[in-house]
């Protein structure tokens, strides 16, 4: 997938611009069934579009990993967060753990 073609837009709030929104244009022969929005935030990337089948497809990114200790936290539809990353508690327990994010 070619992600090449997209508009960006600046959020501001309060003076301040921490995220941006960007929009790719369809891609032709794929799944895609509609744009795919895109909300750039605290260094993490939330994918959205429609797909052909009727789903709605989300991908949550971040632009380089995490960081030892941090933990992205997500839920769905009310259905309780689950974590990805070790939390530093954890990490301090044993340091070759550290090397695992």
Known sequence: MSLARYTSYPVRHRGRTDAVVRVYDREPDTDDASDMYVLAVFGVDLLIRRRTDGRVFVHIDT?????????LAVEVRNGGENDYGEPVDDLDDNPAERSRS
């Open 63 to 71: 632009d380089k990993g995490l960081a030892p200790g941090e933990v």
